[in-house]
């Protein structure tokens, strides 16, 4: 029997990898439910699956809408009453001092990093504590570990579903629900399009350098319902990570350097 496989945000980026990395690597042993706003970019990443012999379904939603999410969550448990595997990713940033955020930029990190991926994990842990098994993985970030310089509202945001993705593991580790985080540096997807971010990603030694998208989506690939806790894209960033928390002072200089 195939595993059900929701995915948000899958129309791009992040998404996108990890719904065609399950078609390549599982074929039909995957039923894929992919879920993000813009139908039209679902229906090609769904194409794409299908050439791999998974089953795909499309469904659109909203992620900074409440509304949107129950909707969708009201959908699925009709259609797809077991949930084995939900990637909670879908995510946006825009990179700029926070001087220069307009409100609605502000508002919108906050409504789809925070709100909606929260109500995403909250939704998927009820239906998983039902059936007494199951896996949320959560796409936070590096920015979810460190601070950058720029990255204000969007440090917030993954900092924060960071943390409600470790208390959600403690909460429900009982019921057989399984959590990880996932902590990608940049990654070479539309997020840094030069229209959205001016950032370097040459990986000069004054850059952070940006990994192939294929890179993510393998190592989730990798650890799809196992007792991993949390994963750094590429592995090197855990050192990073573990060196700003013995040593914030030193590296809050070197990351300021990086993503100047």
């Known amino acids: 029997m195939s595993k059900n496989l929701l995915i948000t945000g899958a129309s791009s980026g992040i998404g996108k990898a990890v719904a065609l990395e399950f078609a390549k690597r599982d074929g039909s042993k995957n039923h894929l439910i992919l879920v993000a706003r813009n139908r039209e970019k679902l229906e090609g990443v769904a194409e794409e699956a299908r050439s791999f012999g998974a089953e795909v379904s499309v469904l659109t939603a909203d992620f900074g809408q409440k509304e949107s999410i129950a909707k969708l969550f009201i959908d699925l448990e009709k259609s797809f009453p077991i949930l084995d595997l939900v990637f909670n990713n879908a995510g946006l940033g825009f990179v700029k001092e926070a001087h220069l955020l307009t409100d609605d930029e502000v508002e919108q990190i906050i409504d789809v990093n925070v709100k909606g991926m929260i109500l995403v994990g909250k939704k998927a842990a009820n239906i998983m504590i039902k059936q007494g098994y199951g896996h949320i993985i959560f796409t936070s970030s590096l920015a979810g570990y460190v601070l950058l310089p720029k990255w204000s509202v969007y440090c917030a945001s993954k900092w924060g579903i960071t943390a409600f993705a470790n208390i959600l593991r403690q909460e429900t580790s009982k019921f057989g629900v399984k959590i990880t985080t996932v902590h990608p540096g940049p990654v070479k997807t539309e997020f840094f399009d030069s229209n959205k971010a001016d950032v370097d990603l040459s990986g000069s030694e004054k850059s952070?350098?940006?990994?192939?998208?294929?890179?993510?989506?393998?190592?989730?690939?990798?650890?799809?319902?196992?007792?991993?806790?949390?994963?750094?894209?590429p592995p090197s960033l855990g050192v990073s990570a573990e060196a700003f928390r013995l040593f914030p002072k030193f590296m809050k200089k070197v990351f300021a350097k990086l993503v100047k």
Request: charged share 25%; aromatic share 12%.
């Open 208 to 233: 952070m350098p940006a990994i192939p998208v294929e890179d993510v989506s393998g190592a989730i690939y990798e650890i799809a319902y196992t007792d991993k806790e949390r994963i750094f894209c």
